[in-house]
Nanobody, 126 residues
């Protein structure tokens, strides 16, 4: 059973940084594409970033490009989202998502991911 557990959220001032972590529950982590999505109050969940199984293909939403960095540690079954230069509009619940594929292509739609974490709140004050 695949389980994803996010951590690292919190309250930060605008311009600050946070690092989100997502722990994956099985040894087959390296066979999965991983994504980060976020949902602000009253809005639909939106794509943030994704990384394919070996880290060879990475993609970011335009809104976070140049500020956020996704990475993965296949030895320790974790994916990370380093968030720098945070803005109040980055405030949202951030979700980690996974789907089993060894393809090089990136997935940006939430219905392409089978497994989801419970989310972690990120609040950026102005």
């Amino acid at each position: 059973q695949v389980q994803l557990v996010e951590s690292g959220g919190g309250l930060v001032q605008a311009g600050g940084s946070l690092r989100l972590s997502c722990a994956f529950s099985t040894y087959t982590f390296r066979r999965y594409i991983m994504g980060w999505f976020r949902q602000a109050p009253g809005q639909e969940r939106k794509f943030v970033a994704a990384i394919n199984w070996n880290g060879g293909n990475i993609y970011y939403a335009d809104s976070v490009k140049g500020r956020f960095t996704i990475s993965r540690d296949n030895a320790n079954d974790r994916v990370y989202l380093q968030m720098n230069s945070l803005k109040p509009e980055d405030t949202a619940v951030y979700y980690c998502a996974a789907d089993r594929t060894l393809a090089q292509t990136i997935r940006v739609h939430e219905d392409e991911y089978e497994y989801w974490g419970q989310g972690t709140q990120v609040t950026v004050s102005s």
